[in-house]
């Protein structure tokens, strides 16, 4: 899978998945939509971010989630 719109740089957000070269980090825009926030609400407070970065930051962390296991607690 190809993801053209996030950046990974080292000397840029101590080389953290960011969107389209912004100092954005995916993990940024996917937890706010986690919490709620709505795509237009996103869009309005970061005016630099486009739908589509959006859409890819969510690919993106299914495929890192994916390549990954990530640790879970049993319930009581």
């Given at each position: 899978?190809?993801?053209?719109?996030?950046?990974?740089?080292?000397?840029?957000?101590?080389?953290?998945?960011?969107?389209?070269g912004?100092?954005?980090?995916?993990?940024?825009?996917?937890?706010?939509?986690?919490?709620?926030?709505?795509?237009?609400?996103?869009?309005?407070?970061?005016?630099?971010?486009?739908?589509?970065?959006?859409?890819?930051?969510?690919r993106?962390a299914?495929?890192?989630?994916?390549?990954?296991?990530?640790?879970?607690?049993?319930?009581?």
């Amino acid at each position: 899978m190809t993801f053209t719109r996030i950046t990974v740089r080292a000397d840029q957000m101590g080389g953290a998945p960011c969107i389209r070269g912004l100092r954005i980090p995916v993990a940024t825009v996917v937890g706010m939509l986690a919490d709620g926030m709505t795509a237009s609400e996103i869009l309005d407070a970061y005016p630099d971010l486009e739908a589509e970065d959006l859409t890819e930051a969510l690919r993106y962390a299914a495929e890192a989630v994916r390549e990954r296991e990530l640790p879970l607690f049993a319930s009581a």
